[in-house]
C-alpha cells in the first residue's frame, strides 16, 4: 500500500436533495487540492451543451428518476481523467446500491482509495424550500436562492449579468419525486456504506449556514486525509 502522502483520496458525499452537497462540496474545493465530480451537473452540461446524451438525460431528471448507470459513468469518467493528482469529491453520488459497483470501478480505473463518507441530513422542509428556490445562470452558471442567497436583482446573475432560470427538475412536484426516489434508492446504499464502512461514515446536520457546515466538514476531513497536493 502507498504511504498516506501519495495516496489519492475520494470522498463520498450522500444525502436527500437540497441537504446542501454542492455548495460544500464547491466550498472545500476552494480550499484544497480536491476536484468535485457532481453528475447532477455534468448531466446537466450535456443537456446545456447539446451533447448526444443530452436528450436521453432530460427525460429522465424531468420525470425524477435516476439516469442510467452507463450514462453517469460515461460522464464521471471523463470529469476524473480531468482530475489527475487531486482527492476527488463524488457529490451526490453513488445514488443506488447499483451504483456502489461503479463507484468501485471509478476507483480502480482512476487509482483512488475510498477515504470518507460523508451523510448531510436535512429533513423534507428544508430540502423543498433549497431546491424550488434555487436559480441558476445561463451563462455562467452560478447558482442562487430566491429564499437564503438572492442575487442583488431579481433574474439577473451578480456575476455576469446573465438571465436566471429555474430547472425544470427544480420545481415542487419534481422535487417531491427526487425526494421519494431517494427514499426509496439511496437510503438503502447509505445503510450498505454504514454496514461494510463503519470507520469511514460520518453525519453532519444541513441546519446553520453553509459556512458553518464548511468548517465543521474540513475539520474532520482534514484528520480523514493528507491535503498536500502531489
Not at 427514499?183 to 446536520?205: G, H, M, N
Not at 459556512?211 to 484528520?223: I, Y
Amino acid at each position: 500500500m502507498a504511504e498516506q502522502s501519495d495516496i489519492r483520496c475520494a470522498v463520498v458525499m450522500m444525502g436527500p436533495p437540497g441537504g446542501g452537497k454542492t455548495t460544500l462540496a464547491r466550498g472545500l474545493a476552494g480550499r484544497g487540492p480536491f476536484v468535485t465530480a457532481e453528475p447532477g451537473t455534468l448531466l446537466e452540461r450535456e443537456i446545456r451543451d447539446g451533447m448526444p446524451l443530452g436528450n436521453q438525460i432530460k427525460h429522465f431528471k424531468l420525470a425524477g428518476e435516476l439516469v442510467p448507470a452507463e450514462i453517469v459513468k460515461q460522464v464521471l469518467g471523463i470529469e476524473l481523467k480531468r482530475a489527475e493528482r487531486k482527492h476527488v469529491l463524488f457529490d451526490g453520488f453513488p445514488r443506488s446500491v447499483q451504483q456502489i459497483e461503479m463507484l468501485s470501478q471509478l476507483l480502480n480505473e482512476h487509482g483512488l482509495e475510498l477515504c470518507g463518507v460523508l451523510i448531510v441530513d436535512a429533513d423534507q422542509q428544508l430540502a423543498l424550500q433549497r431546491i424550488t428556490g434555487r436559480r441558476i445562470c445561463s451563462k455562467c452558471g452560478t447558482l442562487y436562492n430566491v429564499f437564503t442567497q438572492p442575487p442583488k436583482q431579481p433574474d439577473v446573475c451578480d456575476r455576469c449579468g446573465g438571465q436566471l432560470s429555474q430547472r425544470q427538475d427544480d420545481r415542487e412536484e419534481t422535487v417531491r419525486n427526487r425526494l421519494a426516489t431517494y427514499d426509496r434508492e439511496t437510503c438503502p446504499a447509505i445503510e450498505y456504506f454504514r454496514q461494510k464502512y463503519p470507520k469511514l461514515v460520518w453525519e453532519e446536520s444541513a441546519t446553520g449556514t453553509p459556512d458553518q457546515l464548511l468548517e465543521r466538514v474540513w475539520k474532520r476531513l482534514e484528520r480523514a486525509m493528507t491535503l498536500k497536493p502531489q
